[in-house]
């Protein structure tokens, strides 16, 4: 499959989004709202749930199913205080020692004079901060689109795994596209230069982990919730130094083989 196949297939009106795993992998799911300083960004969700028996801190993007849900979540594209939001909850993840799992499906942080205006790029900087230095463990997925900064600030963790049909690049096609050629029609030829689907990010080891979309939803989140468990099990048994510190040599082996 062509790389922009993947990227029509990431951004699809049909593809599931963060509620609908958090519906199928977690239980008791308790919303928490607001950043405490602005408001409540309604592109990121968050609150705490259970995994099994493990009480954890989930997180994530979205960009809501029919055309009133996606205005009200801003098409999936977070301002500063979606992620001040994240940061609050991660912060009281750490306080209560839940491990943290994040959902990414964001065409990128909201690019607008208000967002820049209120910190979007701090906001942005202190997430994926916040993330590295967790002394709890972390899991992110990328569930479609994982666009820039605005999905790196909440994939800082110790596994960063995809869907097979998602993509995750540092810009859009269309982005690069018009930057390179000028030309936003080229976004095909971008999006095989860019490398963003699943398979490439994982030959590269910038990705865990690839999940398979070749079976129904119920059961791939069930692979995906066994899966979880097993990973915040491995991680929680680590001393909190050394869980810190493969964290830290994860992403800075990234890229290290190919320079």
Same mark, same amino acid.
Request: proline share 3%; net charge negative; glycine share 10%.
């Given at each position: ?9 990431? @951004?699809?009106? &049909?593809?599931?989004?963060? +509620?609908?795993? $958090?519906?199928?992998? #977690?239980?008791?799911? %308790?919303?928490?709202? !607001?950043?405490? @300083?602005?408001? &409540?960004?309604?592109?990121? +969700?968050?609150? $705490?749930?259970?995994? #099994?028996?493990?009480? %954890?801190?989930?997180? !994530?993007?979205? @960009?809501?199913? &029919? ?193």
């Amino acid at each position: 499959m062509a790389a922009y196949e993947k990227v029509s297939l990431a @951004r699809h009106k &049909d593809r599931a989004g963060t +509620t609908d795993y $958090i519906g199928k992998i #977690f239980t008791h799911f %308790v919303e928490l709202h !607001g950043d405490r @300083r602005f408001c &409540d960004d309604k592109a990121v +969700t968050g609150g $705490i749930a259970l995994l #099994f028996d493990i009480p %954890v801190t989930v997180v !994530g993007i979205e @960009r809501g199913k &029919d055309l009133s849900e996606r205005v009200k979540k801003n098409f999936g594209c977070a301002h500063p205080e979606g992620y001040r939001k994240a940061i609050r909850l991660f912060k009281q993840a750490e306080k209560f020692g839940r491990p943290v799992i994040c959902f990414v499906d964001t065409p990128g942080a909201y690019p607008g004079i208000g967002a820049e205006e209120r910190g979007q790029g701090q906001a942005i900087a202190e997430s994926i901060t916040e993330m590295l230095s967790l002394k709890v463990p972390t899991v992110s997925i990328i569930t479609g689109e994982g666009g820039s900064g605005g999905a790196l600030a909440l994939a800082a963790a110790d596994e960063v795994w995809m869907l097979e049909n998602a993509i995750y690049s540092v810009i859009s096609p269309e982005g690069c596209a018009s930057i390179l050629w000028k030309d936003a029609t080229k976004a095909k030829e971008a999006a095989e230069c860019l490398k963003l689907t699943a398979q490439d990010l994982y030959s590269f080891g910038v990705v865990d982990r690839v999940f398979s979309e070749d079976k129904d939803f119920d059961a791939l989140c069930e692979e995906i919730k066994g899966a979880l468990l097993e990973a915040v099990r491995e991680k929680a048994a680590l001393p909190k130094e050394e869980l810190l510190d493969r964290r830290y040599q994860k992403f800075r082996r990234i890229g290290r083989e190919f320079l």
